[in-house]
């Protein structure tokens, strides 16, 4: 197990004076207990100066007036950065939330890397509209940038979620105040610092630290900020909507997910083993997009369980810096508590099986380990199929057939993914069709397409990532109208 000793904590990348240590998060290595770094919250005239220095320069304009093809140099050098710096990002990113250090530098890095890259080549296709159907005028309609946008990313991907909205917001020339959650600051703080060594002008990035109910919470209320982007869950993204809504702020939602992932009696049974391992306990199986209720078609039902828990049953639990380990600590106490919690319920009540875990590891008590779980529920309408659980915990449910699966699917609060197994093409489309979910992945486990839309039904947000969702969320349209020909207008009191 890594012995952890104090890390020096970056400077906030924003000017002036460090903040406040009025208050401050401690913050614990989760496989060893121990205490690592001392996180000052941003308080009272410190998180006041940040917000009137964005907007400075946001009104200054000396990064929303550059050319599209300079703000995107800018971006490809972040994205040059970010893979150069690449060991030491993922070594704070797995210091701070536990995610297996093979899995940080394998996609977490990466991806962050290409987010920037990605929204350089988007600046390249940027184009207006005209219009000029009436012969008599020409309508030009062009986006500008909406202003001073606060970005609040949650503890389980900051890196990879944060810099999505990042990349967004400032390729289209926007100020932003990046919140990070008080339990994984540190690898978002080294980002910013890194995209101002790339040349974005002092102003453009802060970064504000502290918990959403005080310093997320002042922010979105601030009459200086103008869009808000979030990720995190979904009772907070109610409390952050109410907020945006005293200002009429444009919000983005990513919220919560209870994932559906189907598997039919068609399907290639071993690949659907190996990617709904991936989809629950990739990440520790602390992520929105999770395919967590699993529903098997009863009569590849005993074939895929007995599979899939003695695969559980063989994850690689421990160090997170071990490079042969695939499931982690819970990212800290709070998290782990609760999942011990669902899992006691689990154990106690006679609508489930468990299966396997449902426990704290054995002899693993020097952080905190949670043990891959996997529990037979009898119906969708119990707690464990219905709340976001956040951890590597699977619940599995017999379903007679895909209508049985679907109705189950959508019996649900949450609607921000879906998966189906399937070498039947008209299940599958019949799926597609049918499932209440924001992105519905068909054999195979999470994927993205940067250029497509990503977000959820219901109660897993407003708004989408991707190219249209994020320009519609980071500029506002304008429509400017010329006269083609001088114009002989009436001459009111003339």
């Keep these: 197990m890594r012995d952890t000793v104090a890390t020096p904590l970056p400077k ?6 460090a903040p406040s240590a009025a208050s401050a998060q401690t913050l614990v290595f989760a496989g060893s207990k121990q205490a690592f770094a ?78 920037f890259t990605f929204f350089a080549d988007v600046l390249a296709g940027l184009a207006g509209e005209t219009y000029d ?34 990349a967004a917001a400032i390729a289209l020339g926007n100020s932003i105040i990046v919140k990070p959650s008080e339990y994984a600051p540190l690898a978002v703080l080294r980002l910013c610092e890194l995209v101002r060594e790339a040349g974005v002008p002092e102003g453009v990035v802060q970064v504000a630290l502290g918990p959403g109910h005080t310093v997320g919470k002042t922010l979105v209320r601030h009459p200086e900020t103008d869009v808000v982007g979030f990720i995190g869950g979904t009772e907070t993204g109610k409390k952050i909507m109410a907020d945006a809504a005293s200002g009429l702020k444009k919000v983005g939602l990513e919220l919560g997910g209870k994932s559906a992932n189907i598997i039919l009696e068609s399907a290639d ?103 891959p779980t996997v529990v037979l529920a009898k119906d969708n309408g119990n707690d464990l199929c219905q709340e976001e ?66 977000g959820g039904y219901k109660q897993s947000g407003i708004g989408r990532d991707g190219i249209p969702g994020s320009i519609d969320l980071f500029t506002e349209e304008k429509s400017t109208l010329i006269p083609n020909m001088p114009l002989t207008l009436p001459k009111l009191g003339a």
């Design 269 to 371: 049974i071993d690949r659907a083993i190996d990617g709904s391992l991936l989809a629950i306990f990739a990440g520790n199986g602390e992520q929105c997009l999770a395919g967590s209720r699993i529903m098997v078609e009863r009569g590849v039902a005993d074939t895929f369980i007995e599979k899939f828990v003695a695969r559980t049953r063989k994850l690689r639990v421990g160090d997170p810096f071990a490079l042969e380990t695939e499931i982690g600590p819970m990212a800290f106490e709070a998290h782990f508590q609760r999942l011990l919690a669902f899992a006691a319920t689990a154990k106690n009540e006679d609508r489930y099986d468990v299966l396997t875990g449902a426990e704290a590891v054995p002899g693993m008590d020097r952080g905190y380990y949670f043990a």
């Design 133 to 166: 159907q009436s012969g008599r005028y020409l309508a030009i309609v062009t986006r500008e940038p909406v202003g001073v946008a606060v970005l609040i990313a949650p503890w389980n991907a900051p890196l990879v979620l944060s810099s999505m909205k990042m």
């Design 389 to 454: 659980l956040f951890g590597p915990f699977a619940t599995v449910q017999i379903v007679r057939d895909l209508d049985d699966a679907l109705e189950r699917a959508n019996d649900s609060d949450f609607g921000l993914a879906g998966y189906i197994w399937s070498d039947d093409l008209p299940s599958v489309m019949r799926a597609r069709q049918a499932l209440k979910a924001g992105t519905v992945w068909v054999n195979t486990p999470m994927t993205r397409d940067l250029r497509a839309p990503f």
């Design 38 to 115: 001392h996180v000052p919250h941003t308080t009272g005239d410190d998180l006041e100066a940040i917000v009137q220095s964005a907007r400075a320069q946001f009104e200054k304009g000396d990064w929303r007036n550059r050319t599209a093809s300079q703000r995107a140099d800018t971006l490809r050098r972040i994205s040059t950065l970010i893979l150069e710096h690449a060991d030491e990002l993922a070594d704070l990113h797995t210091l701070e939330t536990s995610i297996p250090i093979g899995q940080a530098k394998g996609m977490h890095i990466p991806r962050a890397a290409e987010n």
């Design 12 to 17: 906030p990348a924003r000017p002036g004076a």
